[in-house]
């Protein structure tokens, strides 16, 4: 904290005086300098409690406070709080976590994801009640934050899965895995989705009219939590590799303008989603689903997946975002 005698004009236009500016200056010490609490002060100063707390902060109104954050040296790579703090304000996050460990391996392998995955962890640690319901779709990212879960750190409830990972090639998506881990680290139960990602739109009816696929679609909807990343709309991601998509339905996509996608559903740049066969043959929550929860944090990071990040934080489908440096300087530039 920074003293300072400098005077400023009340709002009527009348100077304090030098008793109350010396008054306001001994409280803020006090209070910013000697850690006391108002309690404290108003004894020591012999005044009531709301007065003591009106003369800390009129010494902040007057500008004899002035409050640095100075991050230490051998932190600056890591910390981030500046980008942290814009991209709050930018985006109408809840929260922001930006870690230095930029993104830079292939983006559908989990450890590529390792740093923004162990803040991740660490922020849902904080925001995980015992009794929530945590949704998750399949992706390296949250096979990464699965992997990052340390024991006893976070509980819940109950782990569902928030879209169908059935494919008939030999890819592993990797749902097995995190549902294991989070039951075993947050002791949790778990619902799966035993169904594909796409199928056609009679098989979807009929899998909504299954009781244990509606269920767990429902349980998915309705999840207190929800933690996801964002897939590219290229050849380079987890859908293409596991034959989800193929170039056809890419360019289509493409054609539309759809920029992303979260569990299978596609969406555009501004955030609007991208309607049409394809979503009509999606087993996954909606995006308005996801847009409702509560709390959605999106794990990102890596160019590829700048635009897509993007165009779901316009959209409004993430309330809190876990990504790399370079990503959160990109997204603050646009």
């Known amino acids: 904290m920074t003293e300072t005698t400098a005077r400023r004009p009340s709002p009527g236009g009348q100077a304090p005086s030098t008793d109350d500016l010396r008054l306001a200056l001994r409280a803020a010490t006090l209070y910013h ?27 902040r109104q007057q500008g004899l406070v002035r409050i640095e954050i100075d991050v230490p040296a051998h932190l600056a790579e890591e910390v981030h709080a500046d980008e942290e703090r814009a991209l709050e304000n930018r985006f109408g996050l809840t929260e922001a976590v930006v870690v230095g460990q930029n993104v830079t391996g292939p983006p559908e392998r989990s450890s590529s994801f390792a740093g923004p995955a162990r803040a991740a962890a660490a922020l849902l640690a ?29 509980a819940c409830t109950r782990v569902v899965q928030l879209d169908g990972s059935i494919t008939t090639s030999e890819y592993q998506t990797g749902t097995e895995y995190v549902l294991g881990r989070c039951a075993e680290q947050l002791k949790a139960t778990t619902m799966r989705l035993p169904a594909p990602l796409y199928a056609d739109p009679s098989t979807v009816a009929s899998l909504h009219s299954d009781s244990v696929i ?21 050849r380079a991601t987890t859908l293409f590799e596991g034959a989800f998509v193929d170039t056809a339905m890419l360019a289509e996509l493409t054609a539309a303008g759809a ?76």
């Open 214 to 234: 509606s269920r767990t679609l429902r349980a998915g909807a309705e999840a207190d939590v929800m933690m996801f990343g964002v897939g590219a709309v290229s």
């Open 126 to 154: 904080r925001r995980l009640d015992v009794g929530d319901t945590l949704g998750f779709t399949w992706g390296p990212e949250t096979v990464a934050v699965a992997q990052a879960f340390g024991p006893g750190e976070a």
């Open 33 to 59: 300098l000697e850690g006391m609490t108002q309690a404290a002060i108003a004894t020591r100063l012999g005044v009531s409690r709301p007065t003591a707390g009106r003369l800390v902060a009129r010494a």
């Open 259 to 334: 920029v992303g996608e979260i569990g299978g559903r596609y969406f555009r740049q501004d955030g609007s989603v991208v309607d049409g066969e394809l979503a009509e043959r999606a087993v996954s929550v909606s995006l308005d689903a996801v847009r409702a929860c509560p709390t959605t944090v999106l794990v990102t990071g890596g160019e590829s997946k700048h635009h897509a990040t993007l165009g779901a934080l316009r959209g409004g489908l993430a309330s809190l975002l876990v990504c790399d440096v370079e990503c959160a300087r990109w997204l603050l530039e646009q």
